[in-house]
């Protein structure tokens, strides 16, 4: 097979006919003849005709530089194309390229090429012959200026596509080299994080993130298959340094004049704070800020959607309906911003204790929402008791620890034709119920779900009449001094007597009352009619106090004092007659603004006592430093002092204690003479509790004043 010429010489050398034969013709043949290197595009060699035509001095400024240099910017794709085409089959065939001469100049020519192979088959090399296309003077002319034209178009081009300040990319889209970057501009090299170099060894599938390759190429085949002219998407692209992009592309398609697909032109612009801006937005409107969790819309439509999936299966679905105990408790005492971080821990151990097809909302305060779309009787049970354990280890809170319980209702249907707001309000008042039962309990909805008359919203509603309406009642606990039995004062305690629910007792809707405020004026009732009562009895010739419990609403709102007072002023009772009782909670959180109107009541004979000492975080030594006369020791403690050696001790060391800072004493709870004999023998004087009397009337009470036993 014969040689090429070394770079510069004329293009073939020995051979049959003879070598001097072949150069003569090759050197003085009208086409240009090339070799191009079939590893990397290099000119090898070019006859004077490709010298001549292209405007060099001689072959040595054309050889070694790669074939690009003398194709026109417009036709390099073409070419790049052509190129490939070659090393796949070996041949080309009559490519119609546009050829750029020294000064710029073009001159168009049809390409035919062979390959010439090593011993083992290999290209090696093409042998080229580029044969210049004839025309008229005036198609010259038209040629030229359509060049021109052409020309400019194409330094346009070239000058926004190195200048644009968004990615740009030309795409092959060859069956060959689909998607096979064939050139790229700084912008997006910058974007990527690659040079341009690295890229166009690359495909776009390379840079694209993998969970988008998939929608990339199905775009991308549509385009090339002419069911689309264009497609726009916003996909993620992974930058050379493992971070993820948001890119939006818009490609189209460039076809060669037989309607083949050439390349695509793509703008690759960075939308990645866009998207995340988006999303953060999104996620808010779906999502609790504080805890991360769904809100009440999405936990709506999960639930209706579980609803509508129980007619097409033979499922069940669950829903619980969580409250924290007593979370006004780590408000009040460590703050709002402490309870936040509670609540956001709680929603964090709540998903972790469920499925993953499971859904966990906070509903707002410390109400948390718990959807299982399909659930066995036994998986109830068995979900609760996990949500119980999640809950159950204690919460730090900076030195400190708390334990919290929640107060859990289930409800549990089947296609019965319910809305998720009446599976909601169901679950609610199973929930309410388990308050009722003494907190820290699960309930199950028994029976056909319908309006509760139990429910929060009810009780919401009632509580607003319950003043106006002659709804309010209140009944009397007598407390009695150990030694004699004697009636030394009693203790006021609301009821709600509704028409048609009958007596309410405060653990139904003290509660609600104190979250929505209406315990202010049921507050100011019960103080009016409690000094009332009271002396009424001491007119007749009893000599008796009443206590009244003022919930932490009450103390820390505004004209606590004027109703204290004004109930004093009206009844005509003695101030030294009226106890008010405060929670350890009230105390801790009362500003000093608060602590100024408590020490008013104390110098104007009022009494004060701290109510269920031992149930919060008091301790012994902080007693000292409070505004008040008595103390009242939770039952849960007396209870024990017969049986338990624990309790036995707290009560003791308590009434040692109070003894000594001359404070009065009051044991909450007394249901045996065994339990009144140890607490007379550990120093405590008065008691409280069922072995004396149980709440009773006013009436009830004034008839034994004097000698209970």
């Known amino acids: 097979m014969a040689e090429e010429p070394g770079p510069g010489a004329p293009m073939f050398g020995a ?93 168009d020519a049809l ?69 096979t970057f064939i050139d790229v501009n700084n912008a997006l090299c910058e974007l990527l994080g690659y040079t341009r170099d690295q890229l166009l060894d690359m495909t776009f599938s390379d840079v694209t993130h993998e969970d988008d390759v998939d929608t990339s190429v199905s775009e991308f085949e549509q385009m090339l298959a002419g069911e689309i002219d264009r497609y726009e998407i916003d996909k993620r692209y992974v930058h050379s340094s493992g971070r993820t992009i948001w890119g939006r592309v818009t490609a189209s398609l460039v076809r060669d004049p037989d309607g083949r697909p050439l390349h695509s032109v793509g703008h690759i612009q960075d939308v990645t704070e866009q998207t995340r801006s988006r999303r953060q937005l999104a996620h808010q409107a779906t999502h609790d800020t504080l805890t991360g969790l769904v809100n009440r819309d999405v936990l709506v439509d999960r639930l209706d959607h579980a609803v509508m999936s129980l007619s097409r299966d033979d499922d069940a679905l669950a829903l619980f309906f969580l409250d924290l105990d007593r979370f006004k408790y780590v408000n ?95 679950a609610d008042a199973a929930m309410y119920r388990a308050k009722i039962m003494g907190r820290n309990q699960t309930v199950v909805h028994d029976g056909p779900i319908a309006p509760d008359p139990g429910s929060r919203l009810d009780t919401e509603r009632m509580l607003a009449d319950a003043v106006d309406q002659g709804w309010l009642h209140l009944e009397f606990q007598p407390v009695v001094g150990l030694y ?61 106090g009443v206590s009244v419990n003022l919930a932490t609403r009450q103390v820390l709102e505004d004209g606590l004092d004027d109703a204290v007072f004004g109930a004093l002023a009206d009844s005509g009772l003695e101030a030294d007659k009226l106890c008010l009782e405060l929670t350890e909670t009230t105390l801790l959180v009362a500003s000093p603004q608060v602590l100024a109107v408590l020490s008013k009541f104390r110098e104007a004979g009022i009494h004060l006592a701290l109510d269920d000492f031992g149930t919060g975080y008091s301790s012994l030594g902080y007693l000292r430093g409070l505004p008040i006369d008595v103390v009242k020791i939770d039952g ?9 050696r624990e309790d036995r001790a707290i009560v003791g060391a308590v009434s040692t204690m109070v003894n000594e800072l001359e404070l009065g004493l009051v044991a909450e709870g007394v249901e045996s003479d065994d339990v009144a004999e140890a607490l007379l023998a550990m120093g405590c004087p008065f008691g409280q509790g069922y072995l004396f009397g149980k709440p009773m009337e006013a009436d009830e009470l004034a008839a034994e004043l004097g000698s209970v036993s």
């Open 332 to 426: 009040d005492t460590f703050g709002h911003h402490v309870g936040d971080g509670v609540l956001a821990e709680v929603g964090n151990r709540l998903q972790s204790a469920v499925r993953p097809g499971d859904t966990v909302s906070r509903l707002g305060g410390d109400e948390f929402v718990v959807v299982c779309p399909t659930l066995t009787t036994a998986g109830v049970a068995e979900l609760g008791e996990r949500l119980r354990v999640a809950l159950a280890e204690p919460f730090r809170l900076g030195a400190d620890t708390i334990r919290l319980t929640a107060s859990i209702g289930v409800v549990t249907a089947d296609d019965d034709g319910l809305g998720a707001e009446e599976l909601l309000a169901a």
């Open 484 to 544: 004699t039995h004697d009636v030394i004062g009693s203790e006021a305690l609301v009821r709600v007597e509704h028409p048609t629910r009958g007596r309410l007792s405060p653990e139904s809707f003290i509660p609600v009352a104190e979250e929505n405020g209406q315990v202010i004026p049921i507050g100011e009732w019960v103080l009016r009619e409690a000094t009332a009562r009271c002396a009424a009895w001491n007119a007749s010739g009893a000599d008796i």
């Open 111 to 179: 390409l035919h090429s062979t390959a010439v192979r090593d011993d083992d088959g290999a290209i090696v090399r093409s042998r080229g012959v580029a044969r210049p296309i004839k025309i008229s003077a005036f198609e010259s002319a038209v040629v030229a200026s359509a060049t021109e034209m052409a020309r400019e178009a194409t330094e346009r081009f070239k000058s926004t596509f190195e200048q644009s300040p968004i990615g740009m990319s030309i795409v092959d889209s060859t069956p060959e080299a689909a998607g």
């Open 636 to 644: 849960s403690f007396v209870s024990g002092v017969v049986d338990r």
């Open 15 to 107: 051979g049959e006919p003879s070598a001097e034969f072949l150069r003569d013709f090759f050197e003085n043949l009208p086409d240009m003849c090339l070799s191009i290197s079939s590893v990397d595009r290099s000119i090898l060699a070019v006859n004077q005709t490709t010298v001549d035509l292209l405007g060099y001095e001689t072959a040595s400024e054309i050889v070694g530089n790669d074939v690009s240099s003398i194709i026109a910017p417009a036709s390099r794709p073409l070419a790049v194309a052509a190129f490939r085409d070659f090393q796949k089959t070996g041949e080309v065939d009559n490519v119609e390229l546009t050829f750029m001469t020294k000064s710029g100049e073009t001159v």
